[in-house]
């Protein structure tokens, strides 16, 4: 009968605790909701701050801030120097009538807040036909390519806003003069920008100063690719999203498949591989083709 006693008492106090905690999420999610849709945001040189979340075991996400002018391009900065996580967002061009800036705006993955860092350093930059890659190392944002034919190369010191304009980049930087500079794939490996398009894969070399061509994926199958990263202490570029140039039911993909890229340590050598393990997903309509295109075959 005590065992059974004391058996009872600690059930009791163990629902009484439960019971308290969720009583204080739930006063605690009150008040920030309360706060949130009571309170206006309040704007201190140019950043906009959220109410402050109250300590609790259980947290509600708070609302991020809205960006004016629509996001093309968004990338990752972790400001060492800080010991802060950015979302670095590129906007589209200016909306007519607002009193928005498009540029480069700095999202605080930690604090929840928005500033707006810089201006373009040209009404003519087109974000969205643009690749974009951070080199953490160095602070700085790369936007490469753009419609058209040439092209141009964007960089940002994030640290002093100060933007280095770099064009004509088949003379100066022996970019082939028929590569692709719509929307390229960039990452920056070691402080060397590398880009991919239309199935070649080039690097800059900084020595030389100009870009040199690396083996391509698949032996060039591979044309386009979704989304690339490199990961340092890997040595690897890992590419996902793949696809070739045929039309119709002659298209090869490999969305279902993860490619990556090692290098040596000089960086002169690079291979690429498909990785034994594939991704939890795959396009349907794609396999379909490649099914047809197997059998036909």
């Known amino acids: ?32 909701n309360s706060a949130i849709t009571t309170t206006a945001m309040g704007t201190t040189s140019g950043v906009t701050v959220l109410p402050p979340l109250h300590a609790s075991s259980l947290y509600a996400a708070k609302p991020p801030p809205l960006i004016p002018v629509a996001c093309d391009k968004i990338a990752y900065w972790y400001d060492s120097a800080n010991d802060a996580d950015f979302a670095v967002c590129c906007t589209g061009n200016e909306m007519f009538g607002s009193a928005y800036k498009s540029g480069v705006y700095l999202y605080d993955l ?17 974000a969205n036909s643009m690749g974009i890659a951070i080199d953490a190392e160095q602070h700085k944002l790369h936007l490469f390519g753009g419609k058209g034919l040439f092209g141009q190369w964007l960089i940002l010191n994030l640290k002093a806003k100060i933007w280095e304009v ?3 980049l088949s003379r100066k930087y ?40 690396l083996k391509n994926i698949n032996d060039g199958d591979v044309k386009h690719v979704e989304y690339m990263f490199y990961v340092q202490s890997q040595h690897r570029i890992y590419a996902f999203g793949a696809r070739n140039d045929n039309a119709g039911d002659e298209t090869v993909s490999y969305y279902d498949d993860i490619w990556y890229c090692e290098h040596s340590e000089s960086y002169t050598e690079y291979k690429w591989y498909r990785y034994h393990i594939k991704l939890p997903y795959h396009d349907i309509n794609n396999n379909n083709n490649n099914n047809h295109h197997r059998q036909n075959s």
């Open 174 to 213: 022996a970019v082939p003069f028929s590569y692709h500079m719509e929307s390229p794939k960039c990452v920056v490996v070691a402080k060397r920008l590398h880009i991919f398009s239309k199935g070649k894969f080039l690097r800059y070399n900084r020595r030389k100063k100009k870009f040199v061509e």
């Open 110 to 126: 930690n604090a929840s807040t928005l500033q707006f860092l810089c201006a373009y350093p040209d009404k003519a930059v087109y």
């Open 1 to 32: 009968e005590t065992s059974a006693g004391k058996a009872v008492e600690q059930i009791k106090k163990l629902q009484q605790e439960t019971r308290g905690a969720i009583e204080c999420t739930l006063a605690d999610m009150h008040e920030l």
């Open 166 to 168: 770099r064009k004509d």
